[in-house]
């Protein structure tokens, strides 16, 4: 197992022999422009290159929709992969050796590693055999039954559905694979009795395979259709390559969806006849979360394809409850989402067999944002519009009005001013009544812009004009040292308490111990920095003119932070010294607080 420093060292050697103009340009269509590279960002409908390539500081950043990273983050975000899969792909690409940081010693992870490898030959071959099924003369019925459906070849095919004819055939198929028993139970394609006898759970069903975002099979959806069965659909059950929470059906083709170009955004249903319905009426970005509520993995999965989602569940209650239960997943994980709503209880598979695309084209363009439908199923809740009585009816109101309250708490100033005009229309309440109710608790924090630095615009895009000039000028050194500008070199960076400054800090501070010349792109493998992303966004943007300039305001920034350390310094020990009651400490105190203005006075 590698232990960190062998894990870093590994990192910083695979950006290292992987360039990364070289890299993107692998992907994408990249050229030379003044003294960096530049492209079509391929993460948002780009028209003039807007994605800087920075060779020296080795990463890349979009100006109109502030993705950036180094070449890991790159490759995780076009091939929407993990970031392990990003650093494989890297390694392959460099001839490099991805070290084991399983926990365990070598062997264990290179026999996990192969386990895992023979559970997708398995279900890659148990996936041939349903279809070689379907198409025969035993798969009639089901083929009959999806015709009916109208589900047509071409998505037959597209899926790769298929049809298990028994209990045991997809067992002696395997085994004349070369599968073992136990492999293939453990694969999570055969259940084995308390007798040693496997037989196939899927059995007399048609078959759905579960394909990952890697486009590897790795599980399978059975649906009843002929005679009765407790269960209309059925999984194969959690295996080490599979667990329907961390997964989404047709999440591959979504995927390839995105590398063509064609992908805007996402449609979320339930399941997996849904999702394929959809697909043969044209909405190919359509992913099915398999009848579970969605999870933060599945949210996650969605976010590496884009952040534009529309959720679409079953239009009776139960689909309702499970749409409310998805909303904030969705939200936590930065994804902008509508709401679709079914009409006369149904789900998209009937909508779309029973009145045609056109009918889904329209419920489409009618999804409201999830706010909206938040404070829709809140004025159902409340039964406002069915209760007889004033009493009651203003019970009911008051009611709508605390549980919409709680809704808007999460947004900003402008969004919760609009919403508000709309509840009081709707319930007669006061306004100033809503919005002492909304305000009430709350308290805003205002970004202190002073300073004797703000004459100086050093960012693109106005990314640091709203901070203190003490923030604006640590950005500032930092970014410096990091492009190992001529004036920063040997500089110590001012000690700070902000977390972000200090991890950008400890960095530098390892890279000068050990010899080496900090590398920009290296802070995006840094291990918590997946929190600091718009702290990211705005050390990438400070921009740099003449040597000569940036020389000069580098110095001024540096003593300003020398002062404004001074001053917080001499205030704690001002304070100190008040609160002190042992003589002894407090000369002690004095005399380092004479130290500390002297220094002061010498700085001005």
């Not at 959806?221 to 080490?240: H, S």
């Not at 044209?282 to 933060?296: E, H, I, P």
């Not at 706010?371 to 709508?400: I, M, P, Q």
Request: hydrophobic content about 40%; some cysteine.
């Amino acid at each position: 197992m590698a232990n960190d420093a062998v894990w870093n060292r590994f990192i910083s050697e695979l950006l290292d022999k992987n360039d990364i103009v070289d890299v993107i340009s692998s992907y994408i269509d990249v050229k030379p422009k003044g003294r960096g590279y530049w492209a079509l960002c391929p993460f948002h409908n780009d028209r003039n290159p807007s994605l800087s390539i920075n060779r020296e500081g080795q990463y890349f950043h979009c100006f109109v929709c502030g993705v950036g990273g180094n070449a890991i983050r790159f490759i995780m975000k076009y091939e929407s992969c993990s970031f392990m899969e990003a650093v494989e792909t890297l390694a392959k690409r460099a001839g490099l050796e991805v070290p084991d940081r399983s926990g365990g010693d070598d062997a264990a992870y290179e026999r996990k590693k192969k386990e895992r490898q023979i559970h997708y030959d398995v279900c890659r071959e148990a996936a041939r055999f349903y279809h070689a099924s379907l198409m025969s003369e035993k798969g009639l019925a089901a083929r009959k039954y999806l015709e009916n459906r109208g589900i047509g070849l071409s998505a037959v095919r597209r899926f790769g559905m298929g049809y298990s004819p028994d209990w045991d055939s997809l067992n002696f198929y395997l085994k004349d694979k070369g599968f073992k028993t136990e492999d293939i139970h453990r694969a999570g394609v055969l259940n084995v009795t308390k007798n040693d006898r496997a037989y196939d759970p899927l059995s007399g069903r048609i078959i759905v395979p579960i394909v990952n975002m890697a486009g590897n099979v790795v599980a399978f959806g059975g649906r009843i259709f002929n005679g009765e069965d407790a269960a209309k659909y059925k999984n194969t059950v959690v295996t080490d390559i599979f667990d329907k929470s961390k997964n989404l059906f047709a999440i591959n083709l979504a995927k390839k969806c995105k590398q063509e170009g064609r992908l805007k955004y996402v449609i979320i249903v339930e399941g997996y006849m849904d999702a394929i319905s959809l697909y043969q009426a044209g909405f190919d970005m359509t992913v099915a979360s398999m009848g579970t509520a969605l999870t933060s993995e599945q949210a996650r999965l969605v976010s590496r394809l884009t952040k534009d989602v529309y959720i679409c569940y079953d239009g009776d209650k139960a689909g309702q409850a499970a749409t409310l239960r998805g909303l904030d997943i969705l939200k936590k994980e930065g994804l902008n989402v509508r709401v679709m709503s079914m009409p006369d209880e149904m789900d998209p598979d009937d909508l779309v067999r029973k009145r045609g695309a056109e009918a889904f084209e329209k419920a489409l363009e009618a999804a409201v944002p999830l706010t909206d439908y938040k404070l829709e199923c809140a004025w159902r809740e409340s039964g406002a519009d069915k209760v007889n009585g004033e009493e009651k009816k203003r019970e009911a109101f008051r009611t709508f009005a605390k549980n919409a309250i709680a809704v808007l708490k999460p947004l900003d100033s402008v969004e919760q001013d609009s919403y508000l005009g709309l509840i009081r229309d709707r319930t007669g309440l006061s306004y100033d009544m809503l919005k002492r109710e909304l305000v009430g608790g709350s308290s805003t924090e205002t970004a202190d812009d002073s300073g004797v630095l703000d004459g100086r615009n050093a960012v693109a895009d106005n990314l640091l004009n709203f901070l203190t000039a003490e923030d604006r000028a640590m950005y500032f050194v930092l970014a410096s040292c990091l492009m190992r500008k001529d004036y920063a070199a040997g500089c110590a960076v001012p000690q700070t308490d902000n977390p972000f400054f200090r991890m950008v800090a400890d960095y530098l501070a390892e890279c000068k111990s050990l010899g080496k010349q900090p590398v920009f792109g290296e802070l995006y493998a840094l291990e918590g920095i997946d929190a600091f992303s718009e702290e990211l966004k705005r050390l990438v943007s400070v921009q740099f003119n003449d040597a000569d300039s940036d020389a000069e305001y580098f110095a001024d920034c540096l003593s300003e932070l020398n002062k404004i350390r001074l001053r917080s310094q001499i205030k704690a020990l001002s304070e100190a010294y008040e609160a002190e009651k042992d003589q002894a400490r407090k000369t002690s105190i004095l005399v380092e607080l004479s130290a500390l203005t002297r220094q002061k006075t010498d700085n001005n």
